[in-house]
């Protein structure tokens, strides 16, 4: 058993509190990591809210995390001790028919464990204070170790700065992923990228990667134009700045509306604009932020009868223990930026302050 510090969330819409952990040796097909880096996600707030259904405590968040492999379970045979890995929040078995079938990334091998705050076999690797922690979403990186699932784990250039790449477990490649997986961007075309929080900035990198000729960024947020257009935006406007609704501003703006739009914020309006805000004929929608549970979306069916495309994507559609590796590899060989994401770097003490700054927008 390994002692050590973890930020944990006794309760929702408290503070995270940093406590002395003890981490249990992993089991069969389980591996122990020591956390290097991790980032903090919107994910991760949401449910130390309260909001989310699935939301249980206490638990340990943080699910965007790099790491070295301390110890292997039983039957461990992709990574061993010593090997420089990424934890997944969206496992890759290869065997179930999620795996097998090349439409999705959705692995369902460990969906409902994983979604209660436990391990395959039903228990918990985390004690604090006498009691259980639970895990979250199969990784829980706001530990100095962590036990995840082996199939839950990418194993990554070891030459790798893990303070950056940690982002690569969730919100670049979510972004990034939905540019160019889901929606496939093609060279020439005009996108909208409503939210230009990291997931937003990084579909904006995918856009331009992928040719698009026009990229608006749209947020009420001026502060985060600069960066917008750094990664490729053409323009920025906000809503705030428009008497109609945004999506008649862009329709106006394209001559008829964008070829391909994005959600990444999560709200259910904003995703009914970016649907609404797409050409007739062709116009592809992607909805890539999470909406709090319970909410729906609408739109007149006439919009999807002329002939515009709703989709949604979970981590960009990125088949997760495949392609990882291959993502470091294209940030290590400067086809994908990720140094520009980082804003702030803290000491893991610090970390109720760096939800701090993401909730105020820096």
Same mark, same amino acid.
């Given at each position: ?206 856009? &331009? ?10 947020? $009420?947020?001026? +502060? /985060?134009?600069?960066? !917008?257009? %750094? #990664? ?101 060989? &400067? ?10 770097? $803290?000491?893991? +003490? /610090?970390?109720?302050? !760096?939800? %701090? #700054? ?5």
């Amino acid at each position: 058993v390994i002692k050590c510090k973890a930020a944990v969330a006794w309760e929702a819409g408290k503070p995270l509190s940093l406590e002395e952990v003890e981490v249990a040796p992993p089991k069969a097909h389980e591996v122990r990591i020591k956390i290097v880096a991790t980032a903090v996600c919107h994910t991760d707030a949401y449910t130390l809210s309260g909001a989310d259904p699935e939301g249980c405590f206490p638990v340990i968040l943080g699910h965007e995390g790099a790491g070295i492999v301390e110890s292997v379970g039983e039957g461990v045979t992709k990574v061993k001790p010593g090997d420089t890995v990424i934890p997944l929040y969206i496992p890759q078995c290869g065997e179930c028919k999620f795996c097998k079938n090349p439409k999705t990334n959705l692995c369902q091998k460990i969906r409902v464990t994983q979604g209660k705050g436990v391990m395959p076999d039903g228990t918990s690797r985390f004690t604090c204070k006498g009691k259980q922690i639970y895990h979250f979403m199969g990784t829980s990186t706001f530990s100095e170790y962590t036990v995840v699932a082996d199939i839950s784990v990418a194993k990554i250039d070891a030459a790798a700065p893990l303070d950056k790449v940690c982002l690569l477990g969730c919100g670049i490649s979510t972004g990034y992923g939905a540019a160019v997986n889901t929606a496939k961007v093609e060279r020439g075309s005009t996108c909208a990228v409503f939210g230009l929080g990291g997931v937003g900035l990084a579909v904006i990198m995918g856009c &331009k990667i992928a040719g698009a000729s026009r990229i608006i960024g749209i947020d $009420l947020n001026k +502060d /985060k134009y600069a960066k !917008a257009k %750094e #990664l490729g935006a053409t323009e920025c406007i906000s809503p705030q700045d428009f008497k109609k609704p945004i999506q008649e501003v862009l329709a106006e703006m394209t001559d008829g509306g964008v070829d391909y739009s994005f959600e990444c914020i999560g709200n259910v309006g904003v995703m009914r604009a970016a649907l609404e805000a797409c050409h007739k004929g062709w116009g592809v929608s992607v909805i890539v932020g999470v909406a709090a549970a319970g909410q729906e979306i609408s739109t007149r069916p006439f919009q999807l009868v002329t002939g515009r495309t709703w989709k949604g994507t979970a981590f960009g559609g990125w088949k997760s223990v495949d392609s990882v590796p291959k993502l470091v590899t294209e940030y290590m060989s &400067k086809k994908i930026k990720v140094d520009e994401f980082v804003t702030h770097t $803290l000491p893991f +003490d /610090k970390i109720n302050e !760096a939800f %701090e #700054l993401m909730h105020s927008g820096k």
